[in-house]
């Protein structure tokens, strides 16, 4: 027998993130005391009223097969959430419901991406991006956005960027890794670009929505003349602690979903019953926990945003959103702790986790090897912590 996975798969390089969550996970079964800021995942409980709704769903025995697209129900819900709180209007057949947004993603990759076909990617990028390009025998084509423009591509990158075989453009805001949030202005600037070049769709990842400190969320499916060519993507495991249930959605052009529904009912159909009944009250239930936590994770990033800037070498943006920090850390590469030599970003990770005992993600595999990724999604007291542990462990390098 030929042990040979398939070139598809080959093809494919492995969750930074979880690799280094993995690692973490066996230092702890060692002993060691790390904290983790390596994932992003919210620190708080799914709250009560969502559970509650689950729980009625297994006592009513919501044990069956849902619609591939998601329960009636919900998709109304999710309707309702747009036009209350976006102010955009879908019908139900223009939502589709899948087993998380990283499913929905990928779903819309794979059904408007043929082989050959660009799509840009901002970089700093979340790292499962390219990976799903690839898997639907796209290429990427990154984009730089440095520091120094708070990670937001411009007009000018995006129009350079553009060619005869570019099929669509993924924008993430609020943004992970680097928390950068576009304004409303900042999306126009590229909405007048992309009406420009009719062939290109737009794959709006706003998973982090409601994480967001700079008021209201804006969204490229709010301007009317680009709607019909825009993916919008969210879901429930950011804003409602709700990573394990798994629900993600799009709200799209009918023809885009009707292609999705296609592909997800072959291949993993409607996503979990129980979980669906939990979205639904999610998104219809009361929104006062969302800003509850949403106002944790701004006292956490101020926090982290100013015990960062303590650290000499360290260069540190203030995040708009999500709850990550993403420091510039190039002026560490070429130092060394004893016979450890630190080349790049990947290096300075694992030297945190080693050595400081915190883990956290180096900006390679997110396309910006200069920086690092830290997740702020736990307690005060262990961003303290691990603050003062990076503090110490980085004044080792001479």
């Not at 840009?120 to 990154?142: C, D, H, K, N, R």
């Not at 590229?190 to 794959?203: A, F, G, N, T, Y």
């Not at 595999?365 to 307690?379: I, N, Q």
């Amino acid at each position: 027998m030929e042990m040979q996975l398939s070139d598809r798969l080959n093809r494919l390089a492995p969750s930074a993130t979880l690799a280094m969550s993995q690692r973490s996970s066996e230092l702890k079964a060692q002993g060691v005391d790390v904290i983790n800021m390596s994932v992003g995942e919210p620190d708080f409980n799914t709250p009560d009223h969502i559970k509650q709704a689950a729980i009625r769903a297994v006592e009513e025995n919501y044990s069956r097969y849902s619609p591939v697209p998601g329960y009636p129900e919900l998709r109304k819900a999710i309707v309702e959430k747009l036009q209350r709180e976006n102010g955009l209007t879908y019908a139900p057949s223009q939502i589709l419901c899948s087993n998380g947004a990283k499913q929905s993603v990928c779903n819309t990759l794979m059904a408007l991406v043929n082989a050959g076909d660009e799509v840009i990617i901002p970089a700093p990028y979340w790292v499962s991006y390219p990976q799903m390009v690839l898997l639907a025998e796209g290429t990427p084509v990154f984009v730089e956005a440095t520091i120094e423009q708070d990670f937001k591509i411009t007009p000018q990158q995006l129009e350079a960027a553009i060619t005869p075989r570019t099929r669509a453009l993924i924008l993430c805001s609020p943004s992970n890794p680097t928390g950068s949030v576009y304004s409303r202005a900042e999306l126009e600037a590229l909405k007048d670009v992309l009406l420009r070049h009719e062939r290109v769709m737009i794959v709006a990842d706003e998973i982090y929505e409601h994480i967001n400190y700079v008021g209201e969320h804006a969204s490229m499916a709010q301007f009317p003349e680009i709607k019909d060519r825009v993916v919008l993507i969210n879901g429930v495991s950011k804003a409602y602690a709700m990573t394990g249930w798994r629900i993600g959605f799009i709200a799209a052009p009918e023809w885009v979903v009707k292609g999705c529904n296609k592909l997800q009912g072959q291949y993993t159909s409607g996503p979990c019953s129980v979980s669906q009944k939990a979205a639904e009250a999610a998104f219809a239930g009361p929104q006062e926990c969302v800003e509850e936590m949403r106002q944790a994770f701004e006292r956490r990033k101020n926090l982290i945003v100013r015990l960062a800037r303590e650290i000499p070498g360290l260069e540190v943006n203030d995040p708009q959103g999500a709850f990550y920090l993403f420091p510039k850390c190039s002026s560490f590469f070429g130092k060394r702790d004893g016979d450890r030599l630190i080349q790049n970003s990947t290096d300075l990770a694992m030297y945190l986790l080693e050595v400081g005992h915190v883990a956290t993600v180096g900006g390679d595999a997110f396309g910006s090897p200069e920086c690092f990724r830290m997740s702020y999604a736990t307690s005060d007291e262990n961003i303290v912590e691990a603050m003062r542990r990076i503090k110490e462990t980085l004044a080792r390098l001479k």
